[in-house]
């Protein structure tokens, strides 16, 4: 058994990185079966499940459509904020009940909570029937742990708390036919005193840049249209490998593959340079979207987060990105409540908000994670007060990101087009080169295509299409 240790995990650069081929052969004692995987969290967390399907499918398990007909379930977990944890254990009581009815029932817990030292204590002591947990840095192990399990019917806890290898061609069931997820880098360095992901996904690691491109060409052959390049800060790509070669080299290499459509999230204002803006602006199948988190206008706050830029060079990275990069949409994240943010902070967000005009942006209330320093701080701050500024920013936003989407009113804009509408079964859904959601009145057959779109009207986090042949 291996648990979690929360100060080990802050440790960096104590093991050298190794970089490995996934190479595991195991009998097909999947064949019969059937897995459900349930995804909580960020992109990252989606590819690390499209990674779990392929291995389980890999040993011939099958996918069911519920936790109902599953002979395994996999909960993949997210550790960023409080009520991520309250749905994963609010979920592990229905599992519970359903295990009563079926014994041979096996479940897992895996991703960041996993790596969180309470949780796994709590599993332990409180959630006996849980089969086995596994940790973000021995994910490619889980097959071994489920298999132990299978075999000596004891439970199975596996959680490293330092980084294991970079493993490549681990098997991979795509969620899409037509847009990817691909990894650049894992972990992070940045510390952001509120911040979890630091000690759940370990020090930054690079992929090598051979590899990066060579699974991009291998999309571009299996008809992919788009790609995504994922990282919790994919700003810092290629700083722990190379001295010569960042993001905005592996841009301009991926860009080269031919691949129509490239996207990155998420972005580190610090590490967000020149460089990467021009190149941006050169290459036409790098899409004009930009998710570049604020966090807070306040430089006091900014400065308490650990963020390690101020408003005022925030300011200038967001205007020399608007100028550079034309027709761009840029989104953000925003944290109000911070322990010891006064009103007066608040207002200097809610002024750089009104000054920038975002697309849009991920806001939320400040709730403190265990282990990390900002849980430390005193947050006097009532949860009232909290949910007011909220209320107040999140108006704000939904403002500005109407009147940016009323601009596209009567234009044409290409679409890849992902799946039917959500909305409205008769219609199709897509997303804009600027990375806007529009509902589409087109046939089934756009599907995996992109295509002119001519929008007719507009919503604050949508947009409304017809199709225009040419």
């Not at 290629?238 to 998420?266: A, C, H, M, P, Q």
């Not at 966090?295 to 205007?319: A, D, F, V």
């Not at 990069?325 to 322990?339: E, L, N, R």
């Not at 990390?372 to 009532?382: C, E, G, Q, V």
Request: hydrophobic fraction near 35%; proline fraction near 3%.
């Amino acid at each position: 058994m291996k648990t979690p240790n929360m100060l080990d995990a802050k440790k960096r650069n104590q093991n050298d990185i190794k970089y490995v081929k996934y190479n595991k052969e195991f009998d097909k004692f999947g064949n019969g079966k059937k897995f459900f995987v349930r995804t909580y969290g960020c992109q990252m967390n989606e590819h690390d499940s499209e990674k779990i399907k392929g291995m389980l499918k890999s040993v011939d398990f099958s996918e069911g459509t519920s936790v109902d007909d599953a002979d395994i379930v996999i909960l993949n977990t997210c550790a960023i904020r409080e009520n991520a944890h309250d749905k994963v254990f609010g979920f592990l009581g229905v599992l519970k009940h359903l295990k009563q009815s079926k014994p041979d029932l096996l479940i897992g817990l895996c991703g960041c909570m996993a790596q969180e030292e309470v949780v796994v204590n709590d599993i332990l002591n409180k959630y006996k029937y849980v089969d086995f947990v596994c940790g973000t840095h021995n994910l490619d192990n889980m097959l071994s742990i489920i298999k132990n399990k299978i075999d000596t019917d004891k439970r199975q806890i596996e959680v490293l708390s330092y980084e294991g290898d970079v493993v490549e061609g681990v098997p991979v069931v795509r969620d899409s036919k037509y847009s990817a997820w691909i990894d650049i880098i894992y972990g992070c360095d940045k510390f952001c005193t509120y911040c979890i992901v630091p000690y759940t996904r370990g020090t930054q690691r690079s992929r090598k840049h051979e590899d990066i491109v060579e699974e991009v060409k291998k999309l571009v052959s299996d008809g992919y249209k788009e790609v995504t390049l994922l990282g919790q800060n994919v700003n810092a790509y290629g700083k722990d490998l190379y001295k010569d070669y960042d993001l905005s080299n592996l841009l301009s290499d991926v860009s080269d593959t031919g691949i129509e459509r490239i996207r990155f999230v998420t972005s580190h204002p610090w590490d967000f340079t020149d460089k990467m803006i021009d190149v941006i602006a050169s290459r036409d199948n790098i899409m004009p979207y930009i998710h570049l988190p604020l966090q807070s206008g306040s430089n006091k706050i900014l400065k308490l987060m650990n963020r390690k830029y101020t408003s005022e060079e925030y300011l200038k990275l967001y205007n020399s990105i608007r100028e550079k990069v034309a027709d761009s949409s840029v989104t953000t994240d925003i944290i109000v409540g911070f322990p010891g943010e006064t009103e007066e902070d608040f207002l200097e967000t809610l002024n750089l908000v009104e000054e920038c005009k975002f697309d849009g942006a991920f806001t939320f209330a400040y709730s403190p994670r265990e282990n990390t320093p900002a849980a430390l701080m005193k947050d006097a701050i009532p949860e009232e007060v909290k949910m007011d500024r909220l209320h107040r920013l999140n108006e704000v936003v939904n403002k500005y990101s109407n009147l940016r989407n009323q601009k596209l009113l009567g234009t044409t804009v290409k679409c890849l087009v992902i799946g039917e509408s959500e909305k409205d079964k008769n219609k199709v859904c897509g997303y804009t080169e600027n990375m806007k959601l529009v509902n589409i009145e087109g046939p089934k057959s756009l599907i995996g295509n992109i295509v002119s779109v001519k929008i007719t009207d507009t919503k604050s986090f949508s947009l409304d299409g017809e199709y225009i042949k040419e």
